[in-house]
């Protein structure tokens, strides 16, 4: 889980890290959580990066909150999900961020407990994954189990790496969502990895060639330059 959070108190800071920070479960990586005291710092970032949540103070000296949850709706195609953090908690205050794009709005001072139960119900509502059967996600043709780590196409197994299958997961699950490079690399790679392209370029090749990630499948995976990767499903039309 990838985080990005905007509080122009260093303190509150630290104290919002610490409460996210222990909210991944047993065996999962930890979340990559990332501090903004700048509405205009993180507005640079969500230009060239992808985040799950963000977590946003409304009063700030430069971009407010509300005003960078705003730029997030109107501009990115798929935003991520957000929580308002604030000391305002007038009922017109509460409505204007909603209406704006929040998911949902914590007054401080914050109790941890609270946040964490926030957060957890925002991601699951916003969460884009396929329903899933028996740890079984079907995409078209293709056929994932999550139990065993493979891939099949019409009965036929594809073969291929666990970190490949991983990959390839992530994509689906985010049809039409542009997926930073680091984000992918944070998920999918050993920080002494990360500072190559290179792996995974190599990764992309070779998905797109094993699961024939083709318009003709009805599948085209594009490459944003100077971004990431998005996945998208595509309609073949017959002449």
């Given at each position: 889980?990838?985080?990005?959070?905007?509080?122009?108190?260093?303190?509150?800071?630290?104290?919002?890290?610490?409460?996210?920070?222990?909210?991944?479960?047993?065996?999962?990586?930890?979340?990559?959580?990332?501090?903004?005291?700048?509405?205009?710092?993180?507005?640079?970032?969500?230009?060239?990066?992808?985040?799950?949540?963000?977590?946003?103070?409304?009063?700030?000296?430069?971009?407010?909150?509300?005003?960078?949850?705003?730029?997030?709706?109107?501009?990115?195609?798929?935003?991520p999900a957000a929580i308002m953090l604030t000391s305002r908690d007038g009922e017109s205050d509460i409505v204007q961020a909603l209406n704006a794009g929040a998911?949902d709005y914590v007054s401080k001072p914050f109790r941890p407990n609270e946040l964490k139960a926030r957060v957890t119900a925002v991601l699951r509502r916003h969460?884009?994954?396929?329903?899933?059967?028996?740890?079984?996600?079907?995409?078209?043709?293709?056929?994932?189990?999550?139990?065993?780590?493979?891939?099949?196409?019409?009965?036929?197994?594809?073969?291929?790496?666990?970190?490949?299958?991983?990959?390839?997961?992530?994509?689906?699950?985010?049809?039409?969502?542009?997926?930073?490079?680091?984000?992918?690399?944070?998920?999918?790679?050993?920080?002494?990895?990360?500072?190559?392209?290179?792996?995974?370029?190599?990764?992309?090749?070779?998905?797109?060639?094993?699961?024939?990630?083709?318009?003709d499948r009805g599948w085209q995976l594009l490459t944003i330059y100077g971004y990431g990767y998005r996945l998208e499903s595509v309609v073949s039309v017959t002449?």
């Amino acid at each position: 889980m990838r985080v990005a959070i905007l509080d122009d108190e260093p303190a509150e800071l630290r104290r919002v890290e610490q409460t996210l920070q222990q909210m991944a479960e047993a065996g999962e990586q930890p979340w990559s959580v990332h501090s903004f005291e700048r509405g205009e710092d993180l507005l640079r970032q969500l230009r060239r990066e992808t985040f799950d949540l963000l977590i946003l103070d409304w009063q700030l000296p430069d971009l407010t909150g509300l005003a960078l949850l705003r730029w997030t709706r109107e501009h990115m195609e798929a935003p991520p999900a957000a929580i308002m953090l604030t000391s305002r908690d007038g009922e017109s205050d509460i409505v204007q961020a909603l209406n704006a794009g929040a998911d949902d709005y914590v007054s401080k001072p914050f109790r941890p407990n609270e946040l964490k139960a926030r957060v957890t119900a925002v991601l699951r509502r916003h969460s884009h994954q396929r329903p899933t059967v028996a740890n079984v996600l079907r995409f078209n043709d293709l056929v994932f189990d999550d139990a065993e780590l493979t891939v099949t196409r019409e009965g036929k197994p594809i073969m291929m790496t666990e970190r490949e299958y991983r990959l390839a997961h992530c994509l689906f699950s985010n049809l039409g969502r542009p997926l930073s490079r680091d984000y992918l690399y944070e998920r999918f790679w050993p920080h002494e990895e990360m500072a190559s392209s290179r792996p995974l370029d190599t990764h992309i090749y070779r998905l797109r060639n094993k699961l024939g990630l083709t318009a003709d499948r009805g599948w085209q995976l594009l490459t944003i330059y100077g971004y990431g990767y998005r996945l998208e499903s595509v309609v073949s039309v017959t002449p």
